[in-house]
């Protein structure tokens, strides 16, 4: 399984890369919502995960991006992983296009949760995911 990790912290994405390594998920990194939309026309994955706070476009943005390709790449899904904490949050995301949120410090049966519940949705007819 192929993961996009886009965020600007290395600190961050080195945590949820280990977290992943455990249940043998490739992780691919991106410093930046522009080179992760970069990445993403270049390989294909079966989850984005994204920041919300970086330099340049920020995480929202990116995921309008992703929501507005042409392609069957509109339709992977996407977990906020942020630590920001605003009341309307959740639903801004939602609105934008993401699947879930998790918040900072990342906790690993958190992150595999929500992948899992993602990935159940999908397997189910549900999801994103085609």
């Known amino acids: ?3 996009l990790f ?3 912290d290395r600190m961050n994405r080195r945590v949820v890369k280990d977290m992943l390594d455990v249940a043998g998920v490739t992780m691919v990194e991106a410093e930046s919502a522009e080179r992760g939309l ?3 026309d270049e390989e294909d994955f079966v989850m984005v995960l994204v920041d919300l706070r970086m330099p340049g476009m920020d995480g929202i943005t990116a995921i309008e991006h992703i929501r507005a390709r042409p392609d069957a790449k509109a339709k992977v899904p996407i977990i906020v992983v942020t630590a920001d904490i605003a009341p ?3 639903e801004r995301c939602m609105v934008a296009g993401a699947d879930d949120v998790i918040f900072k410090p990342v906790a690993m049966d958190a992150l595999f949760d929500a992948m899992g519940t993602i990935l159940a949705r999908a397997a189910a007819g549900d999801g994103m995911i085609d």
Do not use: A, Q, Y
Request: aromatic fraction near 0%.
């Open 6 to 8: 886009i965020e600007d």
């Open 1 to 3: 399984m192929n993961v």
């Open 38 to 40: 970069e990445i993403l």
């Open 88 to 90: 309307d949050l959740r």
